[in-house]
Each structure stands twice: as structure tokens, then as C-alpha cells.
């Protein structure tokens, strides 16, 4: 029987929810078992921009998406109802409708179906008891860029008719909802660089409020093109460190020099808890605490001493019922720029006062790049591996840390991963227009 109606919260119960799928493609690697290898292994997927001819860019180096063919037949097709048989994540014909960021998010997304094993079980669930939100930050920038280098040499008239369908953010969720037949809500979160923690977040408050049963979420990103590496090297926020791409993202370090652009598309499988335990579904933790808000403080700065993040943060473990000391893991934001990292590591210094002794902190960002918009839901999965497995995900290329960051002794694992078993795990992500969310997951 199909859940439905009957399955709503009352305003006073709090529905669980579980994580029961995970995919993603990511600079590293285009699964998420190899991406998991590649961060043990303290591998960068840094390296010299290829998407476009970067000769006369001041910054050269990016973290790109490598041999992902978005036409590639599955092994075994999808069907995700009796009438619709799904064989690759975009049929030719369709590419050109899309952006290079819907590609990516449609690529993770179906990953992570497959991986919770939604269609063996579509029969027992009625389609608006599922839903989408998958994130974009800043939408088909490098097809802006190219139609209207089109329009500029050609004209009006050879503008493609596919050009809006090609921009928008929303479209990954209204794609994959088609595609899926996910009658349920269709959002898509535009939060910067929090973007896709956000759409987690949210989409765990559809399913806590009834909305839905189970939830597509994360997020997709894909601007590594002249206009965005452009823009943000004249903000000076990107590392110029041109001839060492692998060493170039260096959070924590007392001689990073900026970020580093990334893209990439991360994607979990977020399910009510007694529908994903009724089912037999593998359960990689639960989603526990959101907490967001804003630091009120500048557009592109954050707030000293981390006093905006150090609120999501104590709100997140709020939400989750937890205290600080039960907190084993932080995947920090920590993007490699000078005045990010330090107000971070404060704020997380000030919610976690005995960290010293029980918190391991990593900035991923030193492996995959900035993937931005995607850059909240590839932490939230890699900290779930984390849960799972044991195992921290180093910071590479903390040679010297920050004498700022250093004061407060804790663990920034660097160079190497960490054993370290623990309950519960948070996820930081913060962005431009004073933004912040962050997530703590635990094991069921």
C-alpha cells in the first residue's frame, strides 16, 4: 500500500530521517567509493584549468569534473514506475537543453538512487511522498557567457531556444522530477556557498513536517569559466598559486592565499526513518541538526570570531539534542582564504571549549577545491563516510598553520587521516551575503 496521508506528522511528533543513498562526482573521482579512496589518500584533484584556454587568466588552476559522460548507458536501466525506463542520466538529444551543471547534479543524483535502492520498493510509494531540492549556487554562468558571446557576434536570431532552460538553478530538481516522476516538493536552495547544506536542511524539515517521505537533496555546481574565475580573481579571492595546483587549496595555513575554484554535484537520499527500516534500507546516519542564520555583518566577510557560524553551530546541536562534547568530527568550511579560516576556527573553538580532547576539525576544500553550491552536500556525504568508516579525511598542505588558528590547539589533521570513532559529526558551510548552516549527523 502506498504511504500517503495517513503517514503526516502531528504538529507535536518529530519525524526521523535517515540518509539511505549517496552519490556524487566530484573532482577527485565520479563515484563516491573512489572519492572516499582519493581523500584517505590525501589525493588533490586540483590542477590546470582545461574548460576553457586559461593562457591570459590571472588564475590557471581549478578543480574540474574529468571523464564524466553523462550519455553513458547504465549497466542496469532504472525504472522507476511500470511506464518509464530510465538508461543513462541524459539522453543525447537532451543535452544541449541543459547546462553543464544540470549534467553533473542528474549524474549524482541517479547515483544515489540506485544506491538506496528507491526502485525496487517505487510501488510502495506514492509519488508526491517524494520530493527534490538540489541546490545551485550560481546557475549556467559559462552558457550566460557563451550565448551572449553568440548574440554579440550573430545576433538575436541565433540565441538558442534552450538558452533560459540552460541557465536556471531550479532546473536540476525540475529535471530529476520529471525524470524520477517526484510529484512531491520541487525546491532548489540559492545560499551561495551554503547553498547545498541548506537544501539538506530543508529538505529534512519536508520530511520532519510531513511533506514528504522521502527527499532527493544536495546540490550542483559548475562555473569554472572565464567570467567566474575572472570575477572572483578581482575580488582576490582565488589562490594564484599557478604552478602548484596541488598545493594551491591550504586551509589553515599561515601562507594560503585564497580558494580555489572547484565544481562537482553531491547527492543524498534522505528518507522518514520507520519507511527506510521497514524496507531493510542500508541507513549511512541521521540527519539530526540544522541550524542556520546570518552573521548580519558584511557581504563577503564573516563576522569576528566566527560569531555568526558559532550560532548555526549551536543551533544545529539544538536541533539535534546534543551537547559539544558529543561531537567527534567537524568538517570545517575552510575554504583557504586568509580571514575565512581563522573566523571559522574561532567560532568553533568558542562552541567546543574542551575540543582539544574529544574533536577532530579537516578542511576537505584542501583536496576537492571550492565546488561551491555543491560544496555543503559533498562535506555532509564525505562526514557521513567519515561516520561510518572510522576514519578522518585529512587537510593536506598544512605545513605551517596559522599562528591565529594554532592558539586554539586543536586537531586539523593534517598531512595524514585520523582513526577516530565517534557518534556524531557536523558539517560547516557559510557564504557571501552573511550566510551560514550547518549539519550534524549520527549514527541510528
Same mark, same amino acid.
Given at each position: 500500500?502506498a504511504t ?8 507535536h511528533q518529530?519525524r ?22 582519493a581523500?584517505?589518500?590525501? =589525493? ?7 574548460l576553457?584556454? /586559461? ?10 569534473v574529468?571523464?564524466c ?17 530510465i538508461?543513462r ?7 544541449k537543453?541543459?547546462? =553543464? ?7 549524482a ?20 511522498? *517524494?520530493?527534490?531540492n *538540489?541546490?545551485?549556487? #550560481? ?15 550573430r ?5 538558442t531556444?534552450?538558452f ?7 532546473l536540476?530538481?525540475g529535471?530529476?522530477?520529471i ?9 532548489c536552495n ?16 519536508s520530511i ?8 532527493i ?10 567570467l567566474?574565475i575572472?570575477g572572483?580573481?578581482?575580488m582576490?579571492?582565488l589562490?594564484? =598559486? ?7 587549496s591550504?586551509p589553515?595555513? /599561515?601562507?594560503r592565499d585564497?580558494f580555489?575554484m ?13 519507511? /527506510?527500516?521497514?524496507?531493510g534500507?542500508? &541507513? ?9 542564520g546570518?552573521d548580519?555583518?558584511? &557581504?563577503?566577510?564573516?563576522a569576528p570570531?566566527g ?5 548555526? #553551530? ?12 558529543? *561531537? ?8 583557504s582564504?586568509p580571514?575565512?579560516?581563522?573566523e ?8 567546543f571549549?574542551q575540543?582539544?580532547?574529544?574533536l577532530?576539525v579537516?578542511g576537505?576544500?584542501? #583536496? ?10 559533498t562535506e555532509?556525504? *564525505?562526514?557521513?563516510? /567519515? ?5 578522518i579525511?585529512p587537510t593536506i ?15 586539523l589533521?593534517?598531512q ?9 559529526v #557536523? ?6 551575503g552573511?550566510?551560514n ?8
Amino acid at each position: 500500500m502506498a504511504t500517503g496521508d495517513m503517514h503526516r506528522a502531528a504538529p507535536h511528533q518529530r519525524r526521523r530521517v535517515v540518509v539511505t543513498g549517496l552519490g556524487t562526482v566530484n573532482p577527485l573521482a565520479n563515484s563516491v567509493s573512489e572519492t572516499w579512496d582519493a581523500l584517505v589518500a590525501g =589525493r588533490s584533484g586540483i590542477g590546470q584549468i582545461t574548460l576553457f584556454d /586559461a593562457a591570459l587568466s590571472p588564475v590557471k588552476i581549478a578543480g574540474e569534473v574529468k571523464n564524466c559522460t553523462v550519455t553513458e548507458p547504465f549497466s542496469e536501466p532504472l525504472r522507476p514506475s511500470p511506464e518509464r525506463l530510465i538508461e543513462r542520466a541524459v539522453e543525447t538529444k537532451e543535452l544541449k537543453r541543459m547546462g =553543464r551543471f544540470s549534467h553533473l547534479g542528474l549524474v549524482a543524483a541517479l547515483q544515489a538512487y540506485r544506491d538506496a535502492g528507491l526502485d525496487a520498493v517505487r510501488a510502495d510509494l506514492a509519488p508526491d511522498r *517524494i520530493g527534490v531540492n *538540489i541546490g545551485v549556487g #550560481m546557475g549556467g554562468l559559462p552558457e550566460i557567457q557563451s550565448v551572449y558571446d553568440t548574440y554579440r557576434e550573430r545576433g538575436f536570431g541565433r540565441i538558442t531556444p534552450f538558452f533560459i532552460l540552460q541557465v536556471l538553478p531550479n532546473l536540476v530538481s525540475g529535471y530529476l522530477s520529471i525524470l524520477l516522476d517526484l510529484q512531491g516538493p520541487n525546491m532548489c536552495n540559492v545560499t551561495a556557498c551554503a547553498t547545498s547544506a541548506h537544501s539538506l536542511g530543508e529538505a529534512v524539515r519536508s520530511i520532519r513536517n510531513g511533506d514528504a517521505d522521502v527527499m532527493i537533496a544536495g546540490g550542483a555546481e559548475a562555473v569554472v569559466c572565464e567570467l567566474a574565475i575572472g570575477g572572483f580573481a578581482a575580488m582576490k579571492a582565488l589562490s594564484t =598559486r599557478n604552478d602548484e595546483p596541488t598545493r594551491a587549496s591550504r586551509p589553515f595555513s /599561515a601562507d594560503r592565499d585564497g580558494f580555489v575554484m572547484g565544481e562537482g554535484a553531491s547527492v543524498l537520499i534522505l528518507e522518514e526513518y520507520e519507511f /527506510a527500516r521497514k524496507r531493510g534500507a542500508h &541507513i549511512y546516519g541521521e540527519m539530526l541538526g540544522y541550524g542556520l542564520g546570518s552573521d548580519a555583518y558584511h &557581504i563577503t566577510s564573516p563576522a569576528p570570531c566566527g560569531v555568526g557560524a558559532g550560532r548555526a #553551530m549551536r543551533m544545529a546541536l539544538r536541533d539535534a539534542g546534543l551537547n559539544p562534547e558529543q *561531537i567527534g568530527y567537524v568538517n570545517a568550511h575552510a575554504t583557504s582564504t586568509p580571514g575565512g579560516d581563522a573566523e571559522e576556527i574561532a567560532g568553533i573553538a568558542t562552541v567546543f571549549p574542551q575540543g582539544r580532547e574529544h574533536l577532530k576539525v579537516s578542511g576537505t576544500k584542501s #583536496m576537492t577545491g571550492h565546488l561551491l553550491g555543491a560544496a555543503g552536500a559533498t562535506e555532509c556525504l *564525505i562526514s557521513l563516510l /567519515a561516520l561510518n568508516k572510522g576514519v578522518i579525511p585529512p587537510t593536506i598542505n598544512l605545513d605551517q598553520p596559522d599562528p591565529e588558528i594554532a592558539q586554539f590547539g586543536l586537531d586539523l589533521c593534517p598531512q595524514e587521516p585520523r582513526e577516530h570513532r565517534c557518534d556524531y559529526v #557536523m558539517s560547516n558551510s557559510f557564504g557571501f551575503g552573511s550566510t551560514n548552516g550547518t549539519l550534524v549527523m549520527g549514527r541510528v
